[in-house]
């Protein structure tokens, strides 16, 4: 069977690290003998100035009968005085939106050779391993909002169904991992988080072997960074899970390492945490890690191969435990490399 891919590099840096990541893909799928298929697609600025639109309507459609996405990083300075309906992000939230992608996974795992580049001690963060399952979907960002001269509002809404199936996804992702779900709300103040906790409680039950426990927001902000490695699965709201997943990522060093997926009706969508760099970009240094590891979790989520995720995250830290380190990781005493350098590094070890 064949799998369709395609592959939006979108601005900046994006070109860059998207082109190492095929490579591993191609790589990786030759090793395993797996069909794929590649299809690149352009949106956010460049589009916007080939185009006139930010997700040209053919993007969205090969995107939705393709297989997955990997994206690059869309945005730039270039783009900062459109009008906000063209604005390059309008892409990712279009996508979003058009894929049914409600559910937006964020690993934080910090890689036994990086645990003294965290700005917390090694000894807390070294074998740190933390799935962040967002809500993206619902809640205050897309609830009813208003303003008048001296008065704003935004509401948050959620429903038990909505609650129910990232619950699920939490307690899915546990089950191959070490069994134990965070739900983070405010209970305590917010009506729609004893909904919340209340239906995550219910879903976790039918679940045999997933401990469930929760905490409030701001508790669990302070735990991040006193105790990091309690966590293995947190689940929480959209507002939530856009900061604390932040927050979280600071632990691992660099910016540059992490990956993430979203998944959910559709198609799925894979991209680094990180933006467009446009202060790097073209340069040939940006750390094409955590698209690679995006291209990871695009096997694994999307395509069911395991073990080629696995094997492609192993080739990864023995690259880092090696020594090889591009800029944004550069220290005396390790090798620096290029992008490209630190592709072909990766490729070796597969
Ligand atoms: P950014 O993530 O692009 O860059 C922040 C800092 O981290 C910069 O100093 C950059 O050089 C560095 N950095 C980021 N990725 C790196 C990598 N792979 N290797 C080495 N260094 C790396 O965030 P910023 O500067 O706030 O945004 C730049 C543009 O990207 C903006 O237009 C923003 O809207 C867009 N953006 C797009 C996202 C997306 O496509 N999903 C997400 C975040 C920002
Ligand atoms: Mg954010």
Not at 192 to 200: E, M, N
Not at 279 to 294: E, F, Q, W
Request: glycine share 10%; net charge negative.
């Amino acid at each position: 069977m064949s799998h369709h891919i395609v592959i939006i590099p979108g601005d900046g840096i994006g070109v860059e690290i998207t082109a190492v990541a095929r490579q591993v893909l191609e790589k990786t799928a030759a090793k395993a003998g797996l069909a794929l298929t590649f299809e690149e697609k352009p949106a956010g600025g460049t589009a916007i100035d080939k185009m006139g639109v930010p997700l040209p309507e053919e993007t969205l459609a090969a995107a939705r009968q393709a297989d997955a996405v990997l994206l690059g990083a869309v945005g730039g300075p270039a783009w900062d005085q459109v009008a906000p309906e063209l604005r390059p992000e309008r892409a990712i939230l279009g996508l979003r939106k058009a894929l049914g992608l409600y559910a937006n996974l964020r690993p934080v795992k910090v890689s036994p050779a990086l645990a003294d580049y965290s700005p917390l001690k090694p000894e807390l963060v070294a074998g740190v391993d933390i799935l962040i399952v967002r809500e993206l979907n619902g809640g205050i960002y897309y609830g009813e909002k208003g303003s008048e001269k001296d008065r704003a509002w935004d509401t948050e809404v959620y429903s038990a169904m909505e609650v129910e199936r990232i619950v699920a996804v939490a307690c899915q992702a546990a089950k191959v991992r070490r069994g134990k779900v965070t739900s983070v709300d405010k209970a305590n103040v917010l009506a729609t988080s004893r909904l919340w906790r209340q239906t995550a409680g219910t879903v976790a039950a039918k679940f045999t072997d997933i401990n469930l426990d929760h905490l409030y927001v701001d508790n669990c902000a302070m735990q991040l960074v006193l105790a990091p490695r309690q966590f293995d699965v947190i689940v929480t709201s959209n507002l939530f899970g856009d900061i604390l997943s932040d927050e979280a990522a600071v632990l691992t060093g660099s910016i540059g390492l992490l990956p993430s997926a979203s998944i959910g009706d559709g198609t799925g969508l894979y991209e680094p945490i990180h933006g467009s760099a446009p202060d790097i970009a073209g340069r040939g240094i940006a750390n094409p890690i955590g698209t690679v590891l995006s291209a990871a979790m695009l096997l694994r989520h999307s395509l069911g191969e395991d073990e080629a995720a696995c094997r492609v995250e192993q080739a990864v830290e023995a690259v880092l435990k090696d020594g090889y380190r591009t800029a944004d990781l550069y220290r005396p005493g390790f090798t620096k490399v290029s992008t490209m350098e630190m592709g072909r590094q990766i490729l070796d070890r597969l």
